[in-house]
Every structure is written in C-alpha cells, then in structure tokens.
C-alpha cells in the first residue's frame, strides 16, 4: 500500500505547473536553467572572470555530490533530472563573486547533500536546497559573505551593496542602477532586468505559479508604502525594495520551487505573501540587511501547516 509520504508527493506534484503540460522534470530544470542565463550572462558581464571560475565551482560541486551521494545512499546515480544543475547555477547566484572557491564548494555540497539528498532526493526535500547551502555558509564563513566588491570596469555607487548602504550609511542607490545592475552584490541579485526576463520565460512556459511571486511582490510593496508613508525619509521606498538585494531570485525562482511550497492556489497566496511581509521585517527592524533568504525557508517550514488547512478534502471523502 502506497505510504502517506508517497500520497502527499503525488498529490503535491499533481498541481505543479509542469505536470499539467504533460513535461517532465528533467524537462521544466532544462527550462529553470534557461530562465537562469540572463542573470548568469549579467553576473559574467560585471564581474568576469570570477563569475566564470564560480559558476563552475558550484555546478561542478553540485554534480559531483549528487552522484556521490546517490552512490552512497544505494541510489541510481542518475543526473538526468538537471536538478542538481540548477541547484549549483543558484547557489552561484546568491553568493559574493569573489567569495574563495573551496567555500562556495562547500556551499553547493552542503545544498545538495543535507539540503536534498538525505531527505530522500528530488520531490522529498522540506526546505530550498540553494538556499540551505547559503544557510551554511552564512553560518560558517559570515566574513565571506558580506565582503564586497565593484562590478569590474564600472562605477557602482559603493563597495557595500545597495540594501546595506541604504540600511547603515543612509545611502540610497539610484533604481536605474539597481534595474541594469551597475552594483555591489551577490552574482545574481545584480541585475533586475535579467531576473525579470527569466521570470517572464518561466510564466509563459507554465513552469512556475504566478500565485507565489505576485503574492510576495504585492505585500511587500504594499507593506514597504505603508511604513515609507508614515515614516517618510526614515525607511527606503517600495520600489527600492523590489528591486535591490534578493528579493527577485527568491520571489521568482527560489520560493515558487513545486516541492517547498504549498500546492493550493490560496496556500501559495498566503506562502508568497508570507515571504514578501517576512522579508521586508527583517529588512526594516531585523539586525540583518537582507531577509529574503530568511523569510522563504521559514515559509519552506510552514509549507506542511498551510497545505493541511488549505487542501480540501476528497469529494465524498468527509471531513479533511
């Protein structure tokens, strides 16, 4: 008989996107992977060869460690799905371009190896593997993680990044630079145009619901006027929000993940606007500049609590 985790897997992969157009999942990772590239051809652009040396840092320790550790844990070793790909191409993302190699190694192990495989592998992770390899290396290297550097060959406005200038030294990046990307950041979190390109790719193919991210985007544009409004001058302005720091990574390609999100379209109403309020909280009171990568695996692990009491029950089946 087909075990209670195995029904809510299949249950939870019957409302993926990518399920109803009939794709399979190594397929809509091929797609996530292509949506990808803008921010990956962004991040080369403005930091050169140290994008380059990252990005095959992170897909190359990702690949490597899905193998092992199929290979350990009695497994297929199949790398067919691509998600191990995609795993390593976010993990780049969110890290500092010139954080030392052997940690953004590390970082893509730990993703891959507690983030995904000792839940069980693809489909029966709880939590965001990218960002659980991030979660480490927050913890273990916190002074890797928050050094800085210029785009290279160009005049960012300062060696911090956006949200800590405006949060610290009460500098505020202009939106134009934050839209091209002409900033201090993480590799992927530079640019908004091309994460913007990336999340209209995914929404055309039907890989993501747009559910999770308008969610996010609403309440925390939202909620960003709200207290711009009554503290003017004190707080940064909605659209400085949107569009500095991670928010657009995570919104689009990080908390609309099938697995760690709620499978009901309220569920993933209240998952996106649970991400969009938690991050700006942190942002505007929390001791840390950036909250993004916080507030989804916080919603990663109230996902199994919004899907109890979001999805109906069985017609003729009673009581959920």
């Known amino acids: 008989m087909e075990s209670d985790q195995n029904k809510n897997n299949s249950y939870r992969l019957s409302y993926s996107p990518h399920i109803h157009k009939g794709e399979k999942t190594s397929e809509v990772m091929r797609g996530v992977a292509l949506a ?3 921010a990956v051809a962004a991040g080369i652009y403005y930091f050169r060869l140290d994008a380059v040396y990252l990005l095959l840092t992170t897909v190359l320790a990702s690949l ?3 193998a092992l550790m199929q290979k350990v844990l009695g497994r297929d070793v199949d790398l067919s799905d691509n998600s191990a790909l995609v795993t390593g191409l976010l993990v780049a993302l969110i890290l500092p371009p010139e954080i030392p190699l052997f940690a953004a190694g590390l970082g893509s192990v730990f993703a891959i190896a507690i983030g995904k495989q000792l839940f069980g592998g693809l489909g029966k992770n709880i939590f965001n593997p990218a960002l659980i390899g991030r979660a480490f290396l927050v913890a273990a290297y916190p002074v890797f993680m928050t050094t800085w550097t210029k785009p290279v060959g160009f005049d960012a406005v300062t060696s911090a990044t956006p949200l800590a200038a405006a949060r610290f030294d009460n500098v505020m990046t202009p939106l134009w630079r934050l839209f ?3 900033i201090s950041g993480s ?6 145009l091309a994460l913007i390109i990336g999340g209209i790719y995914l929404l055309a193919k039907g890989y993501i619901d747009w559910r999770i991210p308008a969610g996010a985007i609403a309440s925390l544009l939202a909620l960003s006027a709200v207290i711009w409004g009554i503290y003017p001058g004190q707080f940064s302005p909605p659209l400085f929000h949107l569009l500095a720091g991670g928010f657009l990574i995570g919104a689009i390609f990080m908390a609309t993940d099938p697995i760690t999100s709620p499978v009901t ?18 942002r505007t009171w929390g001791g840390y ?6 507030s989804i695996l916080l919603m990663n692990a109230f996902r199994p609590l919004i899907d ?8 003729g089946g009673g009581s959920r």
């Open 64 to 66: 490597l460690s899905e």
């Open 36 to 38: 990808l590239l803008p």
């Open 308 to 315: 109890r009491f979001t999805v109906p029950a069985p017609f």
């Open 180 to 182: 091209v990307g002409n």
């Open 289 to 294: 500049p950036e909250g993004v990568m916080f």
């Open 265 to 282: 379209k309220s569920g993933r109403w209240i998952f996106g606007v649970g991400v969009g309020v938690i991050t700006l909280v942190i």
């Open 187 to 192: 590799l992927g979190e530079t640019s908004a």
